[in-house]
């Protein structure tokens, strides 16, 4: 919790190499709550929201439609018969969870208002099409959800997601005032913008390696690429750098630095 007991961590036991501890929910306020991230649907969960929630949850927002963030927002919706708010994708990539239906499609610059706070709706594509923050203004506390992590870096899966679009959105926090980072897995973060930064450079770093990594190739598939490129990561994680890699490959293809033959998926300069 925070220093004015406003914002209320409570995470859910559905750790994994994914989600590390656990996927973060937040409960916001005091007597006019807002619940962030409900979660998957694991019943000693819920049932934690909803005793600390004490009968004021009065909405339910969610970050993105991922399985470990949403799906138990229609559970909760119904049990304490609040509304849901978030977006939507335009297409299904098969990794979103369906029964998350919002009464409210949120838009960016969107404000929730309530005697106690308000929070301002910020798209941030890339890790998903449809990602959201949220700044809790008078907290000047910015929920990430799977936009910024701790412990880990985000796995962006092309097409739903974007490298570029992920990188423009790490830009687009540096335009809000907050001093403090609560992330969808992992402990709070401080020095925001620092945070910021090291991600980009991280990217960047990435990219560059992935440029240089191709070059030893005429041709190469991502599956013999990611060992290269990831030569710093545990392979037993290969499978799933494979999307990061793809993405930063996608990236370099808009770019015009790399060709891509779809029919044979191989990767060249």
Avoid at 215 to 237: A, M
Wanted: hydrophobic share 35%; proline share 4%.
């Amino acid at each position: 919790m925070n220093s004015k007991n406003f914002i209320y961590k409570i995470t859910a036991s559905n750790g994994s190499v994914f989600t590390g501890a656990g996927t973060n929910s937040y409960l916001i306020g005091k007597n006019d709550i807002t619940l962030v991230d409900p979660g998957p649907i694991i019943k000693g969960h819920i049932d934690s929201l909803v005793q600390l929630g004490k009968g004021k949850i009065k909405r339910i927002l969610v970050t993105h439609t991922h399985r470990d963030h949403s799906p138990a927002a229609k559970v909760l919706g119904e049990m304490l018969d609040v509304p849901l708010m978030g977006r939507l994708l335009m297409e299904d990539d098969g990794l979103q969870d369906k029964t998350f239906k919002p009464n409210r499609i949120l838009n960016h610059g969107d404000l929730i208002e309530t005697d106690e706070y308000s929070i301002e709706t910020i798209h941030t594509p890339g890790h998903a099409s449809n990602h959201l923050c949220y700044l809790i203004r008078e907290e000047k506390v910015m929920l990430t959800g799977d936009h910024i992590m701790n412990g880990s870096t985000v796995v962006i899966a092309h097409p739903d997601g974007s490298m570029r679009d992920y990188l423009n959105s790490l830009e687009l926090l540096r335009n809000y005032d907050f001093n403090l980072i609560e992330p969808g897995h992992g402990d709070f973060l401080e020095n925001p913008m620092d945070v910021v930064d090291w991600i980009i450079d991280h990217r960047i770093q990435r990219e560059n390696k992935v440029i240089s990594k191709l070059k030893l190739f005429s041709q190469v598939t991502s599956k013999e690429l990611v060992s290269r490129v990831y030569d710093d990561v545990d392979t037993k994680l290969h499978p799933i750098a494979i999307w990061s890699l793809e993405a930063h490959l996608y990236k370099l293809v808009d770019d015009g630095v790399v060709n891509f033959d779809p029919e044979k998926k191989l990767w060249f300069i």
